[in-house]
């Protein structure tokens, strides 16, 4: 789903298009910090709606960059969201490219 193209070592062919959406971004980048949450700590960390969060979270499953596991925690069935590997891969290229857009290229010597 990524949308860069062309030479694999240019920074800006990890950019995610799938990533990117400012929702989606802020999921993975709390995904990647926490490894594993819940998905009602997502979704007020984040001040989303559980409808908004859920649809967000099915874009980056259908990606393959996220996982959901399901658990009963004190009688209630509860579900837990991670990153993929491939996701971990995903928003750690993204966030390279979104670096090589900002930052200023190194000065030749």
């Known amino acids: 789903m990524s949308a860069g193209r062309g030479d694999p070592g240019d920074p800006m062919a990890g950019f995610d298009t799938t990533i990117h959406a400012?929702?989606?971004?802020?999921?993975?980048?709390?995904?990647?910090?926490?490894?594993?949450?819940e998905f009602a700590l997502v979704q007020k960390q984040l001040g989303l709606s559980a409808s908004a969060l859920s649809k967000?979270?099915?874009?980056?499953?259908?990606?393959?960059?996220?996982?959901?596991?399901?658990?009963?925690?004190d009688t209630r069935q509860r579900v837990w969201l991670r990153l993929t590997k491939q996701g971990h891969a995903a928003y750690q290229g993204h966030l390279a490219a979104l670096r090589a857009i900002v930052e200023p290229p190194d000065p030749a010597p």
């Open 22 to 37: 400012p929702h989606r971004l802020r999921i993975c980048a709390l995904l990647e910090g926490a490894g594993e949450a």
């Open 56 to 73: 967000h979270v099915t874009v980056l499953m259908d990606a393959g960059y996220a996982e959901q596991r399901k658990a009963v925690r």
